[in-house]
């Protein structure tokens, strides 16, 4: 079974700042997607960044890009100039490439905190 | 596009009452999934359906719990003589499945408190 580790559970970030999220994982599989989901006080999921794992190139979506290390099982979340808007749980998460249903597995988590 | 739409947001009972969520999809999309997220942790697959095919359940699933999809439009949630233990958010999510880039879009979840 696939894992997915968040070892930072609050992290906190300075207005304009950059901040990056650590997320690891355990597969066994050479097949799959990994992907950073927001979730803020609201509580709905919101997907942040998808990469998919036959991809070299590292993911970016404008503010938010990742650092994808296939080998070292590591995909961590770089946030560049942070924004007060920011500030919310964000959760990594895994798919296998196997199946066409998207059930992912989560990580535990972690809260980014945003100051003036 | 009104989004993914869940009901209620919150909901107490007592221990070994049963429960009912309702989850509302975005309109012409094909597939629904149910996640449970507990205090502290991700969410975790529950299920989900293909229209109004119920394709997979998770070993979460006990037998108290049952999920439809009528019409393949909204879909319910039913826990039957709840447990402390099923204290939880109750997240839906709706998805236009065309190619493998499928994209979820989650509801706001159901909270549920079991006394």
């Known amino acids: 079974a696939q894992t997915v580790t968040q070892s930072q559970p609050e992290m906190s970030v300075q207005e304009a700042e950059t901040v990056t999220l650590s997320c690891t994982y355990d597969?066994?599989?050479?097949?799959?997607?990994l992907f950073w989901y927001k979730q803020p006080p609201s509580r709905q999921m919101i997907l942040v960044i998808r990469?998919?794992?036959?991809?070299?190139q590292n993911a970016t979506e404008n503010r938010f890009s990742v650092n994808f290390q296939k080998a070292a099982k590591s995909f961590s979340l770089k946030i560049s100039d942070s924004q007060l808007g920011d500030a919310a749980m964000y959760f990594c998460?895994?798919?296998?490439?196997?199946?066409?249903?998207?059930?992912?597995?989560f990580g535990t988590g972690t809260r980014l905190q945003v100051t003036l | 596009d009104t989004g993914v739409s869940q009901d209620p947001r919150h909901k107490i009972t007592k221990r070994g009452q049963n429960v009912t969520f309702r989850c509302d999809p975005i309109?012409?999309?094909?597939?629904l999934y149910w996640y449970r997220q507990t205090l502290g942790q991700g969410p975790e697959f529950l299920t989900y359906?293909?229209?109004?095919?119920?394709?997979?359940k998770s070993r979460l699933l006990s037998d108290r719990f049952s999920a439809e999809r009528p019409k393949g439009s909204f879909s319910t949630l039913e826990i039957q003589r709840t447990e402390q233990g099923d204290s939880a958010m109750y997240l839906c999510?709706?998805?236009?499945?065309?190619?493998?880039?499928?994209?979820?879009?989650f509801g706001s979840g159901t909270q549920l408190s079991v006394l």
């Open positions: 597969t066994s599989e050479s097949d799959y997607y």
């Open positions: 999510a709706s998805s236009l499945r065309v190619t493998t880039n499928e994209k979820l879009f």
């Open positions: 990469q998919e794992a036959y991809k070299q």
């Open positions: 309109s012409e999309h094909n597939r």
């Open positions: 359906f293909q229209n109004e095919a119920q394709l997979e």
């Open positions: 998460a895994y798919r296998s490439a196997t199946g066409t249903a998207s059930k992912l597995t």
